[in-house]
């Protein structure tokens, strides 16, 4: 569904990603772990379009979309909940929820019922200003608010960054129902034991680069996973 072959991205003279092969299928909870600085975000963001890479491409259902504008590649399929969940503080909950529909309104009832079953918290505060919300109801909302775009693949850079294990454990859950309706997945975290648990395959990068990849279980168990990123 989603190839990136041979990705090079830099920020001027830092050269961030240095050619990675990237594969994600229809279906899949495809996991990407890795230090601080690897390059998980800056792949994240060289898919959705935020970033243009230097060279490489990225191949989405058949169609070249490298380099292409981000709001052309979520009306393609693809939304990301970046990294510190960006959702408009002073917008209520409802508001933040429409504007992630602006690409693709149809159905738009049936989206934010789908979108209040899975966190009805967000239903009851949809009055509400978003950054009145708690740090894991921010997480909720931001991840409606890219589901309200109806996606193919959604893409989530550290959905658990700075939650409490309780709201860890439901991000988590989501995401799997998300997957379970039929929602492809492409999650990048810190969290690795966990989301390796998740994810059907998984990539390690470092320094810009593919170090190892696998079943999440394979990964699992290999014995430099485990020490560098399973602290075993
Ligand atoms: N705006 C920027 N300008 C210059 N360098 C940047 C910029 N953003 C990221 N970098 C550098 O690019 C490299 C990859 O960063 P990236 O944010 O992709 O890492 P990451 O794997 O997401 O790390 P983390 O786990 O800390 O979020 C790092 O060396 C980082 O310092
Ligand atoms: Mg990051």
């Known amino acids: 569904m989603l190839r990136l072959s041979g990705l090079h991205t830099s920020y001027g003279p830092v050269k961030a990603l240095k050619g990675i092969d990237i594969e994600v299928r ?11 600085g690897a390059g ?27 380099g ?11 939304s990301q909940v970046p990294e510190g969940r960006r959702i408009f503080p002073r917008l209520s909950v409802l508001e933040n929820l429409e504007l992630g529909a602006f690409t693709n309104n149809a159905g738009y009832g049936k989206k934010l019922d789908h979108i209040f079953s899975l966190f009805p918290v967000l239903k009851e505060r949809s009055k509400q200003p978003g950054g009145t919300l708690s740090g894991g109801e921010q997480q909720m909302l931001a991840i409606g608010r890219a589901l309200m775009a109806a996606p193919k693949m ?17 991000i988590f859950k989501t995401i799997k129902e998300i997957n379970n309706e039929g929602g ?29 990849h696998g079943t999440g279980e394979d990964l699992l168990h290999n014995e430099e996973v485990r020490k560098a990123y399973l602290g075993e």
């Open 26 to 36: 229809e279906g899949e909870i495809v996991c990407l772990i890795g230090s601080n």
């Open 40 to 66: 998980k975000s800056t792949a994240l963001m060289t898919i959705s379009g935020v970033l243009k890479p230097d060279r490489g491409e990225i191949e989405f259902e058949g169609q070249r979309i490298e």
């Open 68 to 78: 292409a504008a981000p709001d052309k590649i979520v009306g393609l399929g693809i």
């Open 154 to 170: 959604l893409l989530l850079d550290e959905p658990s960054l700075g939650l409490a294990p309780i709201m860890v454990s439901k």
């Open 184 to 212: 492809t997945v492409l999650l990048v975290e810190q969290n690795a034991r966990a989301a390796l648990r998740l994810a059907n395959r998984a990539y390690v990068l470092e320094s810009g680069t593919v170090k190892l």
